[in-house]
């Protein structure tokens, strides 16, 4: 449970319809079990104790007293344990009997529930034998202590106030307006529900649907736990269907027509990071609720949930390049409005032969196609210097020709060396000065093509550049429209890859793999026997170590220690701990000292949920201090 990570799980017993004493004992086995796996909640299926398919038999007394005796027994196990377990047990309350879950935690009973909406079409007849849940609150005596008894309870974790839980019962889920909404606006943050959802077929799909997008919705988490195998078949039949999601992502499902346990570590401090940040969410009134406090001892977790290395790129290859060509739509579409409302029919880009310019380019070519602007009106610069490489000036050569776009060349050595000299720089100090004379060098030349032409200049830097500082102020952080502000070098490469596996021109897709291929480089220091020198990833560290830390950090306000655990977890095997404490110390420095260059960016279209516009996304002061993140 450390740093909001919460085990949770969802079973079902293989129950005998009406026998609550070998069902109790079937529950008490998987309680044990999820105890072993260090669960901290466990929910299991609707009216568990007793068996969803009894029938009328729920009006005879022998079923409901062992019953009651059934859910005393699970009570009196959970004694002495770190894990709240929610049970469904019929009950009867001022003799009326209710469609239960109820709330068990280390031999008491913190909350029942009723069910609220009880269904009566086609194979269900729950009315006939059960009554009508409401959602206030009241006290009940159930074996010989006062108990809350209503829909609106919340279990508030007192040491974790992350993590508030409540319930609603199967059918209280598929209606227009569920319990859970009105629960996640009152602070719930994980739902459960013990449920007894019948299959046939195509209803898992749109169960999934459903339990995901809820939680969706909601921004919570939701452990539904769903009757199997046991439950009579007479004329339908149950598949154990268990769901654990998390904001609509599923995090684990459980195969169907098998009475499996299924966990998944769902964290709870990410949900209430998206609540934060979401405004809107809690616009709405909420209604009266009881809060009933618990407290979960705080201990670190064995994580058994996976973190993607690249979580800005689908891991899905059909979803990744669906991704793709919807991320250079949306670039291009943002150039393409801009181009158009500043009446320009030029554009001029800077080309180096690696992957930020030549994405750029790829860009570029879309907008100006949409617009039916000959491509030659793209003029794409070529400013070798001391550091350019024949690989890179190759590939920038060919890139432009296969494209149909303009290519000039202007060699700045001449200019750069001028440079030095009106300024007292000596050549043959290879130092930050050598390096960004050269980038401001290229930057101007940009310019001034751009008024020469009545263009735009077309920024090419990328979004963990931007992050981490990585470009020259006045330099190549300067543009009149950056398409590549909020795409981070992890997805650079997809995108580009994309490109050249989808395009038909087979010369161009070999230069854009060429280029794929190539060294990330600034090319700022000279090449040593014509070989790339200076590479990126050696002197700011692996980007996809900084678009790890970048995604969790800005899009969920992860603190460091989280962060260092959750890369240890996921990059085991590429790096060792201290390689990533090394680069994640280095990845909070250079984010708050570099905050200035970000703070004047040039304009540039949003392509995924995280992005660092100061005029959007990233409101955040140049001189804020670093010390309590370097800290957390």
């Known amino acids: 449970m450390k740093d909001g990570f919460i085990k949770v799980a969802a079973a079902t017993p293989k129950v005998k319809v009406a026998d609550p004493e070998y069902n109790t004992k079937e529950i008490i086995k998987i309680i044990r079990q999820a105890r072993d796996e260090e669960a901290s909640l466990l929910v299991l299926s609707e009216l568990a104790v ?59 009973i913190l909350g029942v529930v009723p069910k609220i909406h009880l269904p009566n ?14 959602r206030e609150v009241k006290d009940i005596l159930l074996d010989g202590e006062y108990v809350p008894f209503g829909a609106n309870i919340l279990l508030e974790c007192t040491n974790i106030p992350e993590l ?76 154990g269907h268990h769901l654990i999601c998390e904001n609509g992502t599923v995090l ?95 554009a001029v880009v800077g080309i180096s032969g690696g992957l930020d310019s030549t994405l750029a380019v790829l860009v570029t070519v879309r907008a100006f196609d949409m617009l039916d602007i000959p491509r030659e009106n793209i003029i794409c610069v070529t400013m070798p210097c001391f550091g350019t490489t024949d690989r890179t000036y190759q590939n920038a050569v060919s890139l432009i020709h296969e494209l149909g776009a303009t290519l000039k060349e202007v060699n700045i050595e001449k200019a750069v060396r ?26 101007q030349i940009l310019m001034d093509i751009a008024n020469k032409y009545n263009g735009m200049v077309i920024g090419t830097g990328d979004m963990s550049e931007l992050a981490l500082g990585w470009a020259t102020y006045n330099g190549d952080h300067m543009s009149m429209y950056a398409v590549n502000c909020s795409v981070p070098k992890t997805l650079v490469r997809y995108l580009v890859l994309y490109y050249a596996e989808t395009v038909e021109n087979k010369e161009l897709s070999d230069v854009l793999m060429d280029v794929l291929d190539t060294p990330v480089s600034p090319e700022l220091l000279p090449p040593v026997d014509g070989v790339i020198s200076q590479k990126t990833e050696d002197l700011v560290g692996p980007y996809e170590l900084h678009d790890f830390f970048l995604y969790y950090m800005l899009r969920f306000g992860f603190p460091k220690a989280k962060l260092y655990r959750m890369a240890k977890l996921t990059f085991a095997g590429d790096y060792d701990d201290e390689t990533i404490q090394k680069w994640l110390d280095k990845f909070y420095w250079r984010f708050f000292s570099q905050q200035f260059k970000r703070s004047c960016l040039p304009d540039g279209p949003k392509v995924g949920s995280v992005a660092v516009s100061p005029r959007g996304d990233l409101r955040m002061p140049s001189d804020a201090s670093v010390n309590i993140w370097q800290k957390s």
């Open 252 to 346: 684990a499902e459980a195969k169907r027509f098998v009475n499996d346990v299924i966990y998944a570590d769902m964290d709870v401090k990410r949900l209430a990071a998206e609540r934060r940040k979401m405004t809107t969410f809690f616009e709405e009134e909420s209604e009266e609720y009881r809060s009933v406090p618990f407290i979960l001892p705080i201990k670190v977790n064995q994580l058994t949930r996976k973190f993607p290395k690249n979580p800005f790129v689908p891991s899905s290859r059909e979803e990744r390049e669906k991704r793709c060509d919807e991320i250079l739509s949306i670039q291009s579409m943002g150039l393409k409005k801009r181009l158009e409302h500043t009446n320009c029919t030029h």
């Open 418 to 443: 001028q440079h030095f000299k009106d300024i007292e720089h000596e050549e043959d100090v290879h130092d930050v000065t050598y390096e960004n004379s050269q980038a401001r060098e290229r930057t």
């Open 50 to 108: 007793s068996g969803y398919t009894c029938g009328d038999l729920f009006l005879q007394d022998p079923l409901l007293d062992e019953s009651l005796r059934g859910l005393m027994e699970i009570k009196r196990e959970t004694k002495g344990m770190d894990m709240v377990v929610i049970v469904g047990c019929p009950l009867v309350v001022e003799h009326k009997l209710y469609n239960c879950g109820v709330f068990l935690f280390d031999g008491r």
């Open 164 to 239: 508030t839980i409540a319930m609603e019962i199967c059918e209280d889920l598929w209606v227009p307006l569920p319990p859970s909404t009105y629960h996640a606006l009152a602070g719930a943050t994980v739902i459960c529900n013990p449920s007894a959802s019948v299959e046939i077929t195509t209803k898992e799909v749109y169960r999934s649907a459903l339990v995901a997008n809820q939680s969706a919705r909601l921004l919570s988490g939701y452990v539904y736990a769903n009757a199997g195998e046991g439950e009579s078949t007479t004329d339908v039949v149950y598949s």
């Open 121 to 134: 079409y086609g194979e269900f007849y729950e009315a006939r034998h059960f009554a009508k849940g409401k």
